[in-house]
């Protein structure tokens, strides 16, 4: 793709990942559009008061290159992984950077972000006392020596997030451990009903969208799961999709650390 000069102090970015949106918001800047997880589906919660102004580019996977022209940008912010096909239709319409990560390293692409902006030294001061605040909060909670299980619920079976993963690189950071499996390049598991035996840590954090206890994968593994030592201790939490899966950032990174404090709140088990 070759070498791309930036300009100095761009003030019209468009970013198409949400990792760079992400960036982009904990360093203070606003962008003038970004992609959204899907097309009509809004800018992820934590975010959308801060970005009232922002106007949506298309969907992640898929970006509305003529919405992203209409925005007039001096700079575009996208991934290696979904957008290289765009890269020349993109770097007509601006500068045009990419991260390389497949997700499983959301500070490169943090990191990515800020050099694109100017703001590199600001953004390692971000993730100094992200991961400071990350491991204070570990040890409060006792994470140190727990292990733990993030699980995402579909309609007919459910992943297993690794240390690897956004969430799952939060929770290793905090202390945890999320065991060693055969995970994809992604750090994940996918896996069916019938294995709900792999949802094995001290402590449980979990998604589902659907959001009916009773339906789809999450409904057959509540079936299934009842002897599990996290679900009789009670240690089986909830948490938001557009955060912890969604969210991939300083800002969502440091919601996730907010949403263990809050769950487990009387420290560690004695």
């Not at 919405?67 to 001096?74: G, I």
Request: aromatic residues 6%; hydrophobic residues 40%.
């Amino acid at each position: 793709m070759g070498e791309t000069r930036l300009p100095s102090r761009p003030s019209r970015v468009v970013v198409l990942d949400s990792p760079h949106l992400d960036a982009l918001v904990a360093l203070g800047i606003v962008p003038v559009g970004a992609s959204e997880s899907s097309v009509g589906a809004g800018f992820p919660p934590y975010l959308a008061d801060r970005l009232t102004s922002t106007r949506p580019t298309g969907a992640i996977n898929d970006p509305d290159l003529e919405a992203v022209a209409s925005l007039r940008p001096d700079l575009i912010i996208g991934s290696a992984t979904r957008h290289t096909p765009l890269h020349a239709q993109l770097a007509r319409i601006a500068p045009t950077v990419f991260s390389v990560g497949s997700g499983t390293d959301w500070t490169e692409q943090a990191r990515v972000t800020a050099a694109a902006v100017q703001r590199t030294g600001e953004m390692e001061e971000l993730l100094d006392r992200w991961r400071l605040r990350a491991e204070q909060v570990g040890r409060e909670v006792g994470a140190p020596g727990r292990t733990a299980s993030i699980v995402r619920f579909q309609p007919e079976s459910f992943r297993l997030y690794g240390p690897r993963s956004f969430s799952g690189s939060v929770l290793t950071a905090m202390g945890f451990d999320l065991g060693d499996r055969a995970w994809n390049e992604y750090s994940m598991l996918q896996v069916g009903p019938e294995m709900a035996s792999e949802i094995d840590g001290d402590v449980v954090f979990f998604t589902d969208r659907a959001g009916d206890p009773s339906a789809g994968a999450r409904g057959a593994v509540s079936r299934l799961w009842g002897t599990a030592a996290a679900v009789r201790a009670g240690r089986v939490h909830e948490v938001e999709d557009e955060t912890w899966m969604v969210g991939i950032g300083v800002l969502g990174a440091d919601r996730i650390v907010d949403d263990v404090r809050q769950r487990l709140a009387s420290g560690p088990p004695s």
